[in-house]
């Protein structure tokens, strides 16, 4: 079994402006169209059985209306293939009501985004939301590391996720990007082998340009020899496939991570096993 734990999509009617808006900030391409069905179907070309999409709430009042979706979307999931996180913004005073509701409708987890969401991850609003998250058994997937779109930010560097890690204790915290883009020398000395979940969206192979690269080191990502020593230091249990998608290719990046070098079982894990466990399927 292929679970892609980390994925986007988009409303059919905007997905397409969305996408060129986000390409050009972040200067890279898409490698799907950003809907439900152009999932889909690159879903089937790479022989991944499930995705979960990751929505993020950029302001206090988005959330009800994503959440809804996914609740939606999460009743036919293990038929259509598709499952969704709850969207939730540090602004929402009313986090306990609407974590709750997302627990009461089968939703598995949260999605959180520092950057995007322009708070500082050890701020208190998202520690308490987190700790009221853990105690509904919820997963809590967060952006960690710079965002190729914000140069700089620093919103979920591992400063800000260390307070976290030691202060809430998460149980099943998800720390995208291989623990955090580009700060992946602090990872595998700092966050390595501590009780939480990295997922490796957007960490291996390289950044196809949208447009010419801004600098030579924007297509570079983890090495491959780096990654190894992560998985083998962090735990390949606690690993977990993700794409990204649309911002990488799922075959792209399935074809990487079976050609570095891990055994079977460490391949079997962190392509779905882990994320099977994690979901209940």
Same mark, same amino acid.
């Given at each position: 079994?292929v ?6 999509t988009?409303p ?5 402006k969305?996408?060129?808006?986000l390409a050009?900030?972040a ?12 999932l ?5 070309e790479?022989?991944?059985d499930?995705?979960?999409l990751m929505p993020?709430?950029t ?7 994503i959440?809804?979706k ?7 999931g293990e038929e259509?293939g598709l ?8 602004d ?5 009501e609407?974590?709750?509701?997302? =627990?009461?409708?089968g939703v598995? !987890?949260i ?5 995007? *969401?322009? &708070?500082?991850?050890d #701020?208190i609003r ?5 700790d ?20 700089g ?5 591992p400063?800000?996720i260390l ?6 204790k998460?149980e099943?915290m998800?720390?995208?990007?291989m623990?955090?883009?580009r ?5 595998e000395e700092q ?7 990295l997922d ?6 390289r950044i196809?340009?949208y447009?010419?690269p801004r600098?030579?080191?924007?297509s570079?990502q ?10 083998k230091?962090?735990g =390949?249990?606690k690993?977990?496939f !993700? ?6 290719? *799922?075959? &792209?990046?399935?074809? #990487?991570?079976e050609?570095?070098g891990?055994?079977d079982i460490?391949?079997s894990?962190?392509k ?6 994690l979901?209940g399927?």
């Open positions: 079994m679970i892609d734990m980390h994925t986007h988009f059919e009617k905007i997905a397409g969305v996408l060129d808006k050009t900030a200067n890279s391409t898409y490698f799907a169209d950003g809907t439900n069905e152009g889909r179907g690159a879903m089937d790479a022989g991944v499930y995705a979960v993020v709430a302001n206090s009042q988005q959330y009800e209306k959440n809804k996914a609740f939606i979307l999460n009743e036919q259509n499952f969704s996180f709850a969207a939730i913004h540090p929402n005073s009313n986090f306990k609407i974590l709750n509701e997302a =627990a009461r409708n598995k !987890g999605k959180l985004h520092p950057v995007y *969401q322009e &708070t500082e991850f #701020d998202y520690m308490r939301l987190i009221y998250a853990c105690s509904l058994g919820l997963m809590i997937t967060v952006h960690a590391g710079y965002d190729v779109g914000y140069p930010d620093r919103k979920a560097a400063e800000h307070p976290v890690l030691n202060t809430v998460p099943k998800i720390l995208a990007h623990g955090g883009w700060f992946w020398d602090e990872v966050i390595a082998g501590r009780d939480v979940y490796t969206s957007y960490s291996l192979g196809t340009s447009a010419a600098t030579p080191q924007d570079a983890m090495s491959r020899e780096q990654f190894l020593r992560i998985v230091k962090h =390949a249990d690993i977990l !993700g794409s990204d998608s649309p911002w990488s290719s *799922q075959k &792209t990046s399935l074809e #990487d991570l050609s570095i891990l055994s460490e391949l894990q962190i779905g096993e882990n994320a099977r466990i979901l399927l």
